[in-house]
């Protein structure tokens, strides 16, 4: 049975790039619930035609896919022209804190000089609505819990959130311009999987993230979990982050989307967490209560970088989006394990 939402929705047609990775995928699946008809770019550098399969198999349709980077302005151009693409949601980037610091200049490269190029092809062919991937790593350590849209963006701590920073800050100035109409979504720390099991999250390597490394430590692909650092002014020593379920995440770009189609404003950002903060080990509780499971780890240093304790004030998503959280932390950790399952098999 279609909703009133489906039929609103329907044909509009998104281009979302990056749609095969983590975040990507699962927003595919949510616009395609939603009505909408998404085009995926991705270059597969950090995911697979398996992700494809899977969109197809929860939902049922399989999305028109191009393997390209979004570097290729020309091939974003001639994809914008020939579907028709009302708004784009732009994922395609890369991710890693501690590689950006190695490679800083792929970094720029890829995460700066893609949005330009996608912008360019945005001009070039008349498409103005875009939603883009920011992160509260713009907040750095913000003096006031929780951050707000307003809290002060701070000088970044690596070349990865100084990409973040900077893309905000194009997108800022062009949309003075008049033209544009764009959604910075900052989100905080994304982990979970889809409750079908079918997408999740699945870095390559060994993860740099806490919840694939708890999955990946309790399923014996890695021998134990180190906690950076347990001497934090936090109630029991280890860093608070805002964790928030990929499903809640993905339903915020459908939201971003919808509000695009009726704002006046040129340039908004939102903070899009559950506005609630976890410590580390608060996080590996709640994993071993919902699954059942004991998790090998121990305390180590601290991780150069890191933040001490951040979460989000969400009432803006809550009230300008009609936005809001759903999923605790229980059921990230079971979805994240459930996945971790999957796999396995
Ligand atoms: C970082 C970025 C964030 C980015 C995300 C994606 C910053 C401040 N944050 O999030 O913007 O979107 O990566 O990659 O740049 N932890 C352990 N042991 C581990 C792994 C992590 O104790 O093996 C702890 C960390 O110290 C941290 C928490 O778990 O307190 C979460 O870490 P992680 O999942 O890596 O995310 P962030 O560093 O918060």
């Not at 995460?111 to 092809?121: D, F, K, P």
């Not at 750095?140 to 849209?149: A, M, S």
């Not at 590996?284 to 970088?305: C, M, P, Y």
């Amino acid at each position: 049975m279609f909703n009133v939402q489906f039929l609103i929705h329907m044909k509009k047609t998104i281009l979302v790039t990056g749609g095969l990775g983590f975040i990507g995928s699962h927003t595919v699946v949510e616009l395609i619930q939603s009505g909408y008809t998404p085009v995926i770019l991705d270059d597969l550098s950090n995911s697979s035609l398996k992700v494809l399969d899977g969109i197809e198999e929860i939902t049922r349709v399989r999305p028109i896919f191009y393997t390209k980077n979004v570097l290729d302005t020309l091939a974003v151009e001639q994809i914008l022209k020939e579907h028709n693409i009302d708004a784009v949601i732009h994922f395609a980037a890369f991710k890693a804190v501690g590689e950006s610091v190695e490679k800083p200049l792929e970094y720029y490269h890829n995460n700066v000089g893609g949005l330009i190029s996608l912008l360019n092809a945005m001009k070039k062919t008349g498409v103005q609505k875009l939603v883009f991937s920011s992160s509260c790593t713009v907040y750095g350590q913000p003096e006031k819990l929780p951050v707000t849209e307003n809290s002060p963006v701070l000088k970044a701590e690596s070349p990865y959130g100084n990409t973040k920073k900077m893309c905000e800050e194009i997108l800022y100035d062009i949309s003075k311009t008049g033209q544009d109409k764009t959604i910075s979504l900052r989100y905080f720390n994304p982990v979970g999987a889809h409750p079908s099991s079918i997408i999740g999250e699945l870095p390559l390597g060994i993860p740099n993230n806490l919840v694939p490394f708890i999955t990946q430590t309790t399923a014996g692909w890695r021998e134990q979990l180190t906690v950076f650092g347990n001497d934090y002014n936090t109630p029991d020593g280890t860093c608070i982050r805002d964790y928030i379920h990929v499903v809640d995440l993905a339903l915020a770009h459908v939201k971003a989307l919808e509000y695009l189609d009726k704002t006046d404003l040129n340039y908004d950002v939102f903070n899009i967490g559950t506005g609630k903060g976890s410590t580390v080990l608060e996080a590996i509780k709640a994993f071993e209560e919902t699954t059942s499971q004991k998790l090998n780890f121990k305390i180590g240093n601290r991780r150069a970088g890191d933040i001490e304790k951040v979460w989000a004030d969400c009432t803006k998503a809550n009230t300008v989006l009609g936005w809001q959280a759903k999923f605790d932390i229980k059921q990230m950790m079971l979805d994240a394990w459930n996945w971790q399952k999957r796999l396995e098999k």
